[in-house]
């Protein structure tokens, strides 16, 4: 299992900037915010593990697999890059995560009998809401 800790520094870029939204002086003077990048197929971790982030279906991971999160919840530009790099590793583990195969079931006859009941009643009571008489 691929940790946040077992990729090098060298392969993710921190990039201080400026908070969006209300905040006062703070937000126009300090660069509290991080940028995350992270590009997938020029880091070091597994071709496995590389395939299944790409696969993804997640809006941080653009359609050249860099993967980007923004983290500006705090005032302090430390906690907000401790934050950047917590969503890293919850995305890495993610995608790590495998799923159980699903097993093929069949319904059982008291489901088929009660659907094909439910039909049956639909169908009369379309019938049911016919015009009455020879001309119509």
Same mark, same amino acid.
């Given at each position: 299992?691929?940790? *946040?800790?077992?990729?090098?520094? =060298?392969?993710?870029?921190?990039?201080?900037?400026?908070?969006?939204?209300?905040?006062?002086?703070?937000?126009?003077?300090? =660069?509290?915010? *991080?940028?995350?990048?992270?590009? *997938?197929?020029?880091? =070091?971790?597994? %071709? %496995?593990?590389? %395939?299944?982030?790409?696969?993804?279906?997640?809006?941080?991971?653009?359609?050249? &697999?860099?993967?980007?999160?923004?983290?500006?919840?705090?005032? =302090? &530009?430390? &906690?907000?890059? /401790?934050?950047?790099? %917590?969503? /890293?590793?919850?995305?890495?583990?993610?995608?790590?995560?495998?799923?159980?195969?699903?097993?093929?079931?069949?319904?059982?006859?008291?489901?088929?009998?009660?659907?094909?009941?439910?039909?049956?009643?639909? !169908?009369?009571?379309?019938? /049911?809401?016919?015009?009455? !008489?020879?001309?119509?």
């Amino acid at each position: 299992m691929i940790t *946040i800790e077992d990729i090098p520094d =060298s392969e993710i870029e921190l990039s201080a900037i400026r908070s969006s939204g209300p905040g006062g002086q703070n937000v126009n003077k300090v =660069s509290t915010a *991080i940028h995350l990048r992270f590009d *997938i197929n020029a880091s =070091s971790i597994p %071709e %496995e593990v590389k %395939e299944s982030l790409a696969a993804l279906r997640d809006r941080r991971i653009s359609s050249d &697999q860099v993967v980007i999160i923004k983290s500006q919840g705090s005032r =302090s &530009q430390e &906690q907000n890059r /401790l934050d950047a790099l %917590e969503r /890293l590793g919850d995305l890495l583990q993610k995608a790590q995560a495998r799923r159980k195969p699903r097993k093929k079931t069949r319904p059982g006859k008291a489901a088929v009998r009660r659907r094909l009941d439910s039909k049956t009643r639909h !169908g009369r009571k379309k019938n /049911l809401r016919k015009p009455v !008489g020879p001309d119509s």
